[in-house]
């Protein structure tokens, strides 16, 4: 029996074109998509994984309309307003990774409060990555790291597991799975760090339709992987 992935990381790419290719505007797209932010949450919790990241809106992402972008911070109260009560009954805990203090008020005060009420749950983690940046949190890592080592906290000759907790990322589980809805095929600036190892699923699904079915093709792809983290398979082993 297959394994399931223990921490799945999506890009969710494409609601724009979806929004775009029914006649609608891009805040339409946008508003399908935080709807399938929590299908695929209660589907991959169903599933058994124990951690799901999401990149729901990126540093680079400042730079779009401001009305588009302030539509986006607006989305955390719709989607905790309607779905809270569903992800307590579901034992799912809700943890966010980025720039939390500069995010606007009221959604940063949502996701301090959604943090807060299922912090005590022990189901899968439903992780956000909201204004984040790959280059940020390691440039953020090196500085903290590099504090330490002035302030006589840490020692400079460290391994890569005592700088993994820098990371954002240091109390989740390595990331299996990164997949990437909407066609497109590069990273973006998500994860580069925690990525290194994982295994990349691209599909053209735009990601307001990416359903169980899709998520299934997905595991589907990953299960027929070779996972050997730069070792040889007993196959090769000679």
């Known amino acids: 029996m297959n ?3 223990e921490h799945i990381a999506i890009i969710m790419d494409g609601n724009g074109r979806w929004a775009k290719a029914l006649g609608k505007i891009r805040t339409q797209g946008h508003y399908q998509g935080v709807k399938n932010v929590r299908n695929i949450a ?15 809106f990126s540093t680079e992402n400042w ?7 302030n539509y986006l911070m607006a989305l955390p109260k719709f989607f905790f307003d309607s779905y809270i ?3 307590m009954a579901k034992n799912i805990k809700v943890m966010m990774i980025g720039e939390m203090d500069s995010l606007p008020k009221e959604a940063k005060a949502i996701f301090a409060r959604a943090i807060d009420m299922t912090k005590d749950n022990t189901g899968m983690i439903l992780n956000f990555a909201l204004n984040y940046g790959s280059h940020q949190e390691i440039l953020r890592a090196a500085k903290n790291f590099a504090l330490d080592v002035l302030n006589d906290k ?15 990322t240091k109390d989740l589980p390595v990331i299996d799975l990164l997949i990437r809805t909407g066609g497109e095929v590069r990273l973006s600036n998500f994860l580069l760090y925690q990525l290194a190892y994982s295994e990349l699923v691209f599909i053209d699904t735009l990601w307001p339709d990416f359903d169980n079915e899709a998520f299934d093709e997905c595991l589907k792809i990953y299960y027929q992987r070779d996972r050997r983290f730069g070792g040889l398979n007993e196959k090769e082993n000679y």
Do not use: H, M, W
């Not at 991959?44 to 729901?56: F, I, S």
């Open 63 to 69: 730079k779009r309309p401001l009305e588009e972008v």
């Open 42 to 56: 209660i589907y991959a919790n169903e599933l058994g994984v124990k951690c799901l990241t999401l990149y729901a």
């Open 3 to 5: 394994k399931i992935p």
């Open 85 to 87: 009560k569903e992800l």
């Open 154 to 168: 840490s020692v400079l000759d460290i391994d890569e597991d005592a700088f993994s907790q820098y990371l954002y």
